[in-house]
C-alpha cells in the first residue's frame, strides 16, 4: 500500500476529475471526499448563518421586548433558513459533481461499474429539496401557530403540539426523496467496501 500523503491524493484526485479509468483505492478515495465536502460543510453553514441572521431593524425591535417584532424576527429566520435549504442543493451537487469520476473509479475497485456513480448527484438533488420543501412548509405554517401559541402562553402540551405541527408535511411521504437516501446508503456501503484483490476488469489494484 502506498504511502499516506494528502498532497499525492489531492493532485490526484482534482487531476482526474474527468477520468473515471481506472480504480481508487478506499483511503485514497474517502481522504478525497474529505477534501472536496469539507470546505463545502464550512461554506455552507457560514452560509446558513449569514442568510439566517435578522436584519439590525429587526433586532432592534425585538430587543425593545416587542411581540410583534419578535414573530416578525422568527418569520425573518425561518425564510433565511429556507434560502439556505436551497441554496445548500447547489453547494453539495458542486461535490457531487468533483466527486463524480473518483466515486466510479472507486466502484471499479469493487468490481462495480462506474455508471452507480451517478446515484451520487441524484441522491443528494432528492434528499436536498425534500429538506428544502419541508423547511419551506415549517415556514409558511409559523405566523398561525405563533398566534395560537400566544393565545396558550406558557403550557408545555402546547409546545410539544407546535413543535410538531411546524414539522408536519401536509403532502405525505417525500417518495424522491426517500428513494434518494436509500440509494444513497447502499452507495455508501459500496463505497466502503474492500476493493477486489490484484486485477479485474477495470484495471489493476490501486498502488
Known amino acids: 500500500m502506498a504511502d499516506f500523503s494528502v498532497g499525492r491524493i489531492s493532485r490526484r484526485g482534482f487531476g482526474r476529475l474527468f477520468s473515471a479509468y481506472g480504480r481508487d483505492s ?10 472536496v465536502f ?15 441572521f435578522p436584519s439590525m431593524d429587526v433586532l432592534a425591535a425585538n430587543a425593545r421586548g416587542d411581540a410583534e417584532a419578535s414573530r416578525a424576527m422568527l418569520e425573518s429566520q425561518m425564510k433565511g433558513m429556507v434560502s439556505a435549504a436551497y441554496a445548500s442543493i447547489g453547494i453539495f451537487l458542486i461535490g457531487a459533481l468533483l466527486l463524480l469520476s473518483a466515486t466510479a473509479r472507486r466502484l471499479h475497485d469493487c468490481a462495480r461499474a462506474g455508471w452507480w456513480a451517478l446515484i451520487l448527484p441524484f441522491g443528494l438533488f432528492a434528499t436536498g429539496l425534500g429538506q428544502a420543501r419541508r423547511t419551506a412548509e415549517a415556514a409558511e405554517r409559523i405566523p398561525a401557530l405563533m398566534e ?17 405541527q411546524a414539522n408536519a408535511s401536509t403532502h405525505g411521504p417525500d417518495w424522491p426523496a426517500i428513494v434518494g437516501g436509500l440509494l444513497l446508503a447502499w452507495l455508501a456501503i459500496e463505497l466502503a467496501r474492500a476493493g477486489t484483490d490484484g486485477p479485474n476488469r477495470f ?5
Do not use: C, H, Y
Not at 39 to 50: C, D, E, G, N, R
Not at 149 to 163: C, H, K, L, T
Open 38 to 52: 469539507g470546505p463545502l460543510i464550512v461554506l455552507q453553514f457560514a452560509m446558513q448563518i449569514v442568510l439566517a
Open 26 to 35: 478506499r483511503m485514497d478515495f474517502w481522504t478525497f471526499v474529505a477534501l
Open 203 to 207: 484495471g489493476p489494484a490501486p498502488e
Open 148 to 164: 395560537k401559541m400566544e393565545r396558550q402562553p406558557g403550557n408545555p402540551a402546547s409546545m410539544i403540539d407546535w413543535v410538531a
